[in-house]
C-alpha cells in the first residue's frame, strides 16, 4: 500500500464525500462508512506492523554488545596518534634516489643537501643523514622519515660500503629494543628502517657484484625494494628484459627481497588483479622529476626532451605511480608489520639468544673461580687427613 495509493484513495474519498454531500440521500452512508472503516483497518495495521518492527529493533540491540564498532575506535586512536614510516634509499649516488623521493611525496626533502665532487667521493665512506617531515592530508598525520646514503658505492674500494648501511638498521633495532625493555615504554618512537629502496642501475647488464652483496647482507634486516633506476633512457622492451634478468639474478644469489602479501581467496578480482601486477612489476622501473612541464595545456611533473615528454606518473611511461601507491596506499602497514614481526623478532631473539649465552658463560665463569679459591682449603684437609692417617698407621 503506497504513499501514492493512499493519497489517491484519500482524494477519492474527499470526491465521495463531496459528492454524497451534493446527494444527500441516505441510501449512501453505509457504504461510506465501510470505505472509512477499511482505512482505519489499514491504518491499524500499518501501525502494527511498526511497532512490531520497533521491538524486533529494541531486541536486536538488546542482543548488539556493541564490539562491532572496535574498528572504529582503533581508527580514531591510530589517527589521533598520527603514523610514522621511514623509508631508507641506496644506491650509487646519481640514479636519482633524492628526486624520487621528492616525487614520491611531493615535497622537497633535500633542500639544504651538499652533492660532493669526485676528488671528495674517492675516499668518502658511506654516510647515513636522516630527513624528517610531517605531512597531513585530510586530518591524517605522517612523520616521513627518509634515510639516505650517500657515498654508497662510490668509493675507489667498495668492500663492505653496505656495512654502515646495516649497522645503522641494527642500531635503530637496538635502541627500540632499549626502549621496549626500560621503564618508560609509553613515547617510544618508532625509528625502525620499515622499507628499503634499492637503486639499480639501468646502464649495466643486469645487478653488479655490489648490488648482490649489499642487498645479501640487508635482506634478514629489512624489506628490500628493489627499483630500475632512470627508466627514461631504456626502450619497453629493454625495461622488460632488464626486469627479467634482475629477477632471475635475485634469484640465483638467493636474494630475499619483500614479498607481497597473497590475497584471500574472497578477495575481489579487481585487488588480485592489482596485486599480480605488483609482483609481476619487480624491480619498478621508475623515473623522478623535481619539475613540473606543460604540455598541451596541463602540467604535470614530468621531464622535458627534445624528442618529447616524459610524465612521471603516466603508468606507460613508468612504474612510478604502482610504487607510489604500493608505500602509500596499499602495502604501507604491512611493511611495518614485517619489520615488527620479522625483522625486529629475528633481531630481539637474537639479542636475547646473546643476553643467555653471556649470563650461562658468567655463571660458569664464576662456578670455576668459586671452585678455585676453596681449593686449597680442601686439598689441606685432605693432607690433614691423610697425615693423620699416615700416623696412626
Ligand atoms: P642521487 O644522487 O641518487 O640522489 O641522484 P639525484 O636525485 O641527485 O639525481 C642525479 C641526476 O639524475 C640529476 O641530474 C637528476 O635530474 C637526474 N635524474 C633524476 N631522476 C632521473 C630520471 O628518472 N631519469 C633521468 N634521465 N634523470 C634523472
Redesign the pocket.
Known amino acids: 500500500f503506497s504513499g501514492r495509493d493512499w493519497e489517491t484513495s484519500q482524494d477519492r474519498g474527499e470526491r465521495r464525500t463531496e459528492q454524497s454531500t451534493e446527494r444527500a440521500t441516505p441510501g449512501c452512508w453505509p457504504s461510506r462508512q465501510i470505505y472509512i472503516s477499511v482505512f482505519h483497518l489499514i491504518h491499524l495495521q500499518t501501525a502494527c506492523f511498526m511497532s512490531r518492527l520497533l521491538s524486533s529493533l529494541q531486541d536486536m540491540d538488546r542482543e548488539y554488545v556493541g564490539f562491532a564498532t572496535l574498528p572504529n575506535q582503533v581508527h580514531r586512536k591510530s589517527v589521533k596518534k598520527g603514523f610514522a614510516f621511514t623509508l631508507m634509499v641506496a644506491g650509487e649516488?646519481?640514479?636519482?634516489?633524492?628526486?624520487?623521493v621528492n616525487s614520491l611525496y611531493l615535497t622537497d626533502l633535500y633542500n639544504n643537501r651538499k652533492v660532493l665532487n669526485a676528488e671528495e667521493r674517492i675516499v668518502q665512506t658511506v654516510f647515513i643523514t636522516k630527513h624528517t617531515v610531517g605531512i597531513e592530508e585530510k586530518g591524517v598525520r605522517l612523520r616521513l622519515s627518509i634515510v639516505d646514503t650517500p657515498g654508497f658505492g662510490d668509493a675507489v674500494n667498495n668492500t663492505e660500503s653496505w656495512k654502515e648501511i646495516e649497522d645503522y638498521i641494527d642500531q635503530q633495532f637496538e635502541q627500540y629494543f632499549r626502549d621496549e625493555s626500560g621503564l618508560n615504554r609509553k613515547n617510544i618512537q618508532d625509528n625502525r628502517v620499515h622499507c628499503c629502496l634499492y637503486f639499480i642501475s639501468p646502464f649495466g647488464h643486469g645487478l653488479r657484484p655490489l648490488d648482490v652483496e649489499c642487498m645479501r647482507a640487508l635482506h634478514d634486516k629489512v624489506n628490500i625494494v628493489p627499483v630500475l633506476a632512470?627508466a627514461?633512457?631504456l626502450t619497453p622492451t629493454e625495461v622488460r628484459r632488464k626486469k627479467m634478468k634482475i629477477r632471475e639474478e635475485m634469484e640465483k644469489f638467493g636474494i630475499n627481497i619483500y614479498q607481497f602479501p597473497d590475497c584471500d581467496f574472497d578477495e575481489d578480482e579487481e585487488f588480485k588483479q592489482q596485486e599480480q601486477l605488483l609482483k609481476d612489476s619487480i624491480p619498478f622501473a621508475?623515473?623522478?622529476s623535481n619539475i613540473q612541464v606543460e604540455s598541451k595545456g596541463r602540467k604535470f611533473r614530468g621531464?622535458l626532451y627534445p624528442w618529447g615528454v616524459v610524465e612521471v606518473e603516466d603508468p606507460a611511461h613508468s612504474d612510478f605511480l604502482l610504487l607510489r601507491n604500493m608505500l602509500v596506499k596499499t602495502h604501507m602497514q604491512d611493511l611495518k608489520d614485517v619489520t615488527r614481526e620479522t625483522h625486529y623478532e629475528n633481531y630481539r631473539a637474537q639479542c636475547i639468544q646473546n643476553m643467555t649465552r653471556m649470563v650461562v658463560q658468567e655463571r660458569k665463569r664464576r662456578l670455576v673461580l668459586h671452585t678455585h679459591t676453596h681449593t686449597p682449603t680442601h686439598t689441606h684437609r685432605i693432607d690433614v687427613h691423610r697425615t693423620t692417617q699416615t700416623h696412626t698407621h
Request: proline share 0%; net charge positive; no cysteine.
Open positions: 649516488s646519481g640514479l636519482g634516489k633524492s628526486t624520487l632512470k627514461d633512457s621508475v623515473i623522478g621531464r
